[in-house]
């Protein structure tokens, strides 16, 4: 337990540092796997660290996504004054913050006791881990699509020739990329 209040000091010290070394060892895995070599995530000390790095790293990518989603949201609201298009913009931002607070908390809340996630051989309980990444997944693809198709309904009425709307909509759909 000391190990992760350790690790947990140290990312929230610094999170640059975190991401850049969790890329780095990311990089060194594939590159070796890409000459032949063994797999660096083989060896037990290190496959533990990935799981540890997971769970922070997960709530960082939730809360990241969070504010990514609602910042664009929030841009379209401020181009609409149209009820029903604030409405269905509003019911997004409601899902993704329900989603994203949920999701990237509920790694801390997987396995109990926390070191479970990474260590099975700790007696414990840990829920079912499928369903958890599935019913995220399902809802960030649904908030993806919505962000992506709103501009459709927001340019639709606009009395511009249809190769400008057709750039101003693309334009406004890569923003949601």
Known sequence: MEHLGRLLRCIYRDPVWFWLAHLGRSFEEVYNLHQGKPSVISKASTCIDFKQLGIPGAVTYNMSTLFTKVAILLFYLRLSTDFRFRCVTYAVMFVAV???????FAFLYLCRP????????????????????????????????????????????????????????????????
């Open 114 to 177: 926390l070191p479970k996630y990474w260590d099975f051989s700790i007696p414990g309980k840990c829920s079912n881990f499928g369903a958890a990444f599935l019913a995220g997944a399902a809802l960030n693809v649904a908030t993806d699509v919505a962000l992506l198709l709103l501009p459709l309904w927001l340019l639709h009425p606009l009395k511009l020739p249809l190769r400008q709307k057709i750039g101003v909509t693309l334009i406004l759909m890569t923003g949601s990329l």
């Open 98 to 104: 329900g989603y994203s607070l949920a999701g990237g």
